[in-house]
């Protein structure tokens, strides 16, 4: 009965609860000596679990968790600083986690998600709107009888596994995940031994990942990615637009930009999308250590804004993007969406900020371009991640199966409704290695600032394969109602005052005119 319908669970929440055919036990380790915000978590959660118990059965208990079980369960706490009124400085260890169990499995739930760049107040915020999807996104895992497979594709010059472990190791929660190509098989026709490719070898995959390739797929290749997707398939392409060297800027301080063709413009222009060959500039941006120093002895290493690494801004429209924080990235390419009434969804999920400039292919990349014009920046929200879903047309509709691929069916011309999410960037989804140890995806090592892209990924391919519609719980919002804690402070006996005399002088306000009525209606 709230505006913002805070209370009420979704019909995918029912739905997920009801399947349960045993307890589920939930442990509450969000105890102690908590300040007002944390206090308002734990009464959300509270909530949330006694909620949860009208269409399941619940056991609920708190417990104070020691060191020994916060280890066991990798649970790391939160430190609360606080300034007391008479100005000391109070300390407060919590851990904002849930655990819950059903048929001798368990599941960590994490309570507070901890957003660069929001204030304590906004985190607690979003915390409470998510928590929710947190409790059924546990749930889903514990009841699901199989772990359903993830495919990243490989044989393109796609990172290796030391670059792409943070992804692997991050989709492993929810998934199984597998690396190789779209293969070929030895086939007998006749006294001939020749090399095909089976049509259907995706079809066990919920999804498929296509992880900053450099080199073109072939035909047989799109092929398959196509068919698959008209099947229901979904793809998340991460990609780049245009091609230049890493090692050519390192050693001569600039590089040369061209167009980066993987033989996927047709098919993604078919599906309602384009990523352009050229690259966008940002004033948000990352800085990167730069050598000012004239003399090679004695370098002098400082930080300078890199306008081709652009910290991207993620929509609060798509359950995708919503309460996540910057993306970190390098050489993004714009993204258009084409096709016009397809009736293809397309939603914007990461753009670049207020002040953005595009540079066209070919073009160069030059290292001194550290104190750019800021008046040539004039482009704003430029998409370069966008969301599709609906039924896709096939971009083999009107072709002849190739002649490297195996198939006992037509070709599928219009595809039944799925979804695929395009980033115009590969550098959005690998993570660095430093001394062997693969660092997280969107950790920036010269600032030790950790950005979204972990989420955002992860998210991505969570939206794409939600059957059950549970990511759609992030889209859940709650009105943030702050207090002004200087004025409530300084009002503080005011109110104090107000609150106390109110109601007694209302009463005898009350008492006095029933008294005089009554008076005057009997003393007749």
């Known amino acids: 009965m709230t505006d913002d319908r805070h209370y009420s669970m979704s019909e995918a929440s029912k739905t997920l609860l009801r399947q349960t055919d045993a307890p589920i036990e939930v442990t509450l380790f969000l105890d102690g000596d908590l300040n007002a915000g944390f206090r308002r978590l734990k009464k959300a959660t509270e909530e949330t679990i006694e909620e949860l118990g009208v269409y399941a059965r619940i056991t609920n208990h708190k417990s104070h968790i020691t060191n020994g079980v916060a280890d066991s369960l990798?649970?790391?706490?939160?430190?609360?600083?606080?300034r007391t009124q008479n100005g000391k400085t109070a300390q407060t260890t919590v851990y904002p986690y849930a655990l819950m169990r059903y048929k001798g499995r368990k599941a960590v739930v994490t309570l507070l998600k901890n957003t660069r760049g929001l204030s304590g107040e906004e985190n607690l915020n979003a915390s409470i709107e998510q928590l929710e999807f947190a409790f059924m996104e546990a749930l889903h895992l514990l009841v699901q009888s199989q772990t359903p497979r993830v495919?990243?594709?490989?044989?393109?010059?796609?990172?290796?596994?030391?670059?792409?472990?943070?992804?692997?190791?991050?989709?492993?929660?929810y998934f199984q995940v597998d690396r190789g190509t779209i293969g070929v098989q030895n086939t007998d026709r006749s006294a001939d031994r020749v090399q095909t490719t089976n049509a259907h070898i995706l079809d066990g995959y919920k999804a498929i990942i296509i992880a900053a390739p450099h080199t073109a797929f072939s035909d047989e290749e799109r092929f398959v990615i196509d068919q698959y997707i008209m099947r229901g398939g979904t793809v998340l392409w991460v990609m780049d637009g245009v091609q230049f060297s890493d090692k050519v800027l390192q050693s001569e301080g600039f590089t040369?930009?061209?167009?980066?063709?993987?033989?996927?413009?047709?098919?993604?222009?078919?599906?309602?999308?384009?990523?352009?060959?050229?690259?966008?500039?940002?004033?948000?941006?990352?800085?990167?250590?730069?050598?000012?120093?004239?003399?090679?002895?004695?370098?002098?290493?400082?930080?300078?804004p890199w306008t081709y690494a652009p910290l991207l801004l993620t929509s609060q429209g798509s359950p995708i993007t919503r309460n996540l924080g910057q993306v970190m990235s390098t050489f993004v390419s714009p993204i258009d969406a084409v096709g016009g009434e397809d009736g293809i969804e397309k939603r914007i999920l990461l753009a670049t900020s207020t002040a953005s400039k595009v540079t066209a292919t070919p073009g160069e990349v030059n290292l001194s371009d550290m104190n750019p014009d800021v008046k040539m920046f004039q482009y704003q929200y430029v998409p370069v991640a966008v969301s599709l879903e609906g039924c896709f047309q096939s971009a083999y509709a009107h072709r002849m199966v190739p002649e490297g691929v195996e198939t006992d069916e037509p070709i599928r011309k219009t595809g039944i409704k799925t979804r695929q999410v395009v980033i115009g960037s590969g550098s959005v989804i690998i993570n660095e290695v430093q001394k062997g140890q693969a660092l997280p995806m969107g950790y920036d090592r010269y600032s030790g600032m950790q950005f979204s892209n972990r989420d955002m990924i992860v998210n991505s391919v969570l939206w794409m394969t939600d059957a059950e519609g549970l990511i759609?719980?992030?889209?859940?919002?709650?009105?943030?109602?702050?207090?002004?804690?200087?004025?409530?402070?300084?009002?503080?006996?005011?109110?104090?005052?107000?609150?106390?005399?109110?109601?007694?002088?209302?009463?005898?306000?009350?008492?006095?005119?029933?008294?005089?009525?009554?008076?005057?209606?009997?003393?007749?």
């Open 74 to 82: 990798g649970l790391t706490p939160t430190i609360i600083h606080e």
């Open 151 to 173: 495919a990243i594709i490989e044989g393109h010059g796609e990172p290796d596994e030391a670059h792409t472990y943070d992804l692997m190791t991050a989709l492993s929660k």
């Open 256 to 304: 040369p930009i061209l167009p980066l063709d993987l033989g996927l413009t047709e098919m993604l222009f078919r599906y309602g999308i384009r990523i352009n060959p050229a690259l966008v500039q940002d004033i948000q941006c990352l800085p990167i250590p730069v050598n000012v120093s004239s003399d090679p002895q004695q370098p002098n290493f400082q930080p300078l």
């Open 472 to 524: 759609g719980l992030r889209e859940k919002s709650v009105a943030l109602r702050l207090l002004n804690d200087r004025r409530a402070h300084e009002e503080r006996t005011k109110v104090q005052l107000i609150s106390t005399i109110s109601p007694i002088a209302i009463l005898a306000l009350i008492g006095g005119l029933v008294t005089i009525v009554r008076k005057r209606k009997y003393e007749k």
